[in-house]
């Protein structure tokens, strides 16, 4: 058997960061302050050459002032780097950044969620064809190891489902509006005060972000690729005080789930949307800006993932551990395993998703009216498993002749109840338009 000893004296492997800001300074620093520790895990020790940044004149506390530079470039395009990691997140520069540092014969580790769902499969080939790795653990959920269970411990085995809380924000949000009744404005706020949040939060709670991670998990997952522009995301704007007091009398809370699940052999469905899930489920209880990821799969069963899925250091947790890996491999002279996408699935329109639904509206409170509504439910292909109809509350001569239903259904495909909601919208026994939830992990 051949044993690799290590060589008192080699030369360190050459490390160019690139970006400094929440992430990367907690990267620079576990990477100065624990350089004994990297070199004996690694075999060979880091040298940190340098870090790019955008704005020079910035204080950048704590990090030697020689190492920064403002030209990013520089640093790709130097033949002697082993390792880039890339922390300075969107799509351009750090795109054509990353794909120089390749050509190069650098490994990269990214953070980057919204480059590698929009443009992974290009970047991923540019690695193969070179020989190098591109690891990612921190893109997906911060601090929590996904990337790699998915892509090593789980890959013996054929995954049903990956169901996550995976956006800090909306979950802050959420939480807030279920513990502490505020509103949707009042709990963002709130976050935007604690920096959960950030001045202009659309990507977060428009779903956008969750929609990146949700490319990233499914492709993963279910060894296929998936842009983000495949993705149909629907954010938590349009969520009010009363879906989550609706949510809780049937015993479920209201989270933004990101879910990929396997639909049949040539297809999967891949979204973002808020949901009810069980007071009982796993993901239930994921309280303030924590993150988790619920994996079910054929032979492991239900597997329950949970920790910050944000955050300057818990995220550099993520990145160097990357980079001990990447640094490893380069220490024996290979790559990690490559992105596997052999199964080329489609990934479904919204319509074929199949879920339960919560329906809730006001009717007018007289004999024969749930009757009328279970029918053209029917006609639909969409039978109702429990109903609540509770009088309607506020003021006024419609609200003392109506009643509030809450219907839960049972599994139905979306298209069917579509065109099932177009059909009860119109009708005049409603005194509301139909408010609707899916529902999952029931
Ligand atoms: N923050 C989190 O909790 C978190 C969690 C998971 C993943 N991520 C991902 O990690 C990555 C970094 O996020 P972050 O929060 O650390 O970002 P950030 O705080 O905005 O920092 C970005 C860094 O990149 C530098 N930069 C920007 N444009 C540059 C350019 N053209 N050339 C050179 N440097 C440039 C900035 O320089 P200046 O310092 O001069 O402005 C800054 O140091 C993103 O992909 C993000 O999605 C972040």
Not at 313 to 334: F, H, K, M
Request: contains cysteine; negative net charge; glycine residues 8%.
């Amino acid at each position: 058997m051949m044993m690799r000893v290590r060589q008192e004296g080699e030369a360190p492997l050459k490390v160019a960061l690139l970006g400094s800001g929440t992430v990367g300074t907690h990267v620079a620093k576990l990477i100065l302050e624990h350089g004994d520790d990297f070199a004996a895990r690694i075999g060979r020790p880091l040298e940190l050459v340098g870090i790019a940044v955008r704005d020079l004149s910035r204080t950048r506390d704590d990090l030697p002032p020689e190492l920064f530079t403002d030209d990013p470039q520089a640093l790709v395009t130097r033949d002697d780097i082993d390792i880039v990691i890339e922390l300075i997140g969107g799509i351009e520069p750090a795109k054509q950044l990353i794909l120089t540092a390749i050509d190069h014969g650098a490994s990269v580790v990214t953070a980057n969620k919204a480059l590698l769902a929009a443009h992974g499969a290009e970047i991923f080939t540019a690695a193969e064809r070179v020989g190098v790795d591109v690891y990612y653990e921190a893109a997906v959920a911060g601090a929590i190891p996904i990337v790699r269970p998915l892509r090593e411990s789980l890959v013996g085995d054929s995954i049903r489902t990956v169901m996550g809380i995976v956006n800090g924000t909306t979950n802050y949000i959420l939480d807030k509006m279920t513990t502490e009744r505020t509103d949707y404005q009042a709990a963002l706020v709130q976050a935007q005060e604690l920096g959960y949040a950030e001045a202009d939060p659309t990507a977060d709670v428009e779903g956008l972000d969750a929609g990146a991670k949700a490319a990233l998990l499914a492709s993963l997952a279910f060894h296929t690729r998936v842009d983000s522009n495949q993705v149909p995301t629907e954010g938590i704007t349009h969520i009010v005080q009363d879906d989550i007091r609706a949510a809780h009398e049937v015993g479920c809370v209201v989270k933004l789930l990101a879910i990929a699940d396997r639909l049949d052999d040539s297809q999967i469905s891949v979204r973002v949307h808020p949901a009810l899930i069980p007071l009982g489920h796993p993901l239930a209880s994921v309280s303030g800006a924590y993150n988790a990821i619920f994996v079910e799969a054929e032979a492991a069963g239900r597997l329950m993932f949970l920790g910050p899925g944000a955050g300057g250091e818990p995220t550099a947790s993520a990145v160097t551990g990357d980079l001990v890996t990447v640094a490893r491999n380069r220490v024996r002279g290979v790559a990690g395993p490559d992105q596997t996408n052999y199964n080329n699935l489609a990934v479904a329109e919204m319509g074929a998703v199949q879920t339960r639904y919560f329906l809730r509206f006001r009717v007018v409170d007289e004999p024969g009216v749930l009757a009328a509504i279970a029918t053209i439910l029917a006609r639909h292909g969409i039978s109702v498993q429990t109903v609540l109809q509770t009088p309607a509350t506020g003021a006024g001569p419609l609200a003392a002749a109506s009643a509030e239903l809450s219907l839960m259904t049972h599994v139905a495909t979306e298209a069917n109840l579509v065109a099932c909601l177009g059909e009860l919208n119109a009708n005049p026994k409603l005194r509301s338009d139909v408010r609707f939830l899916r529902v999952e992990g029931m």
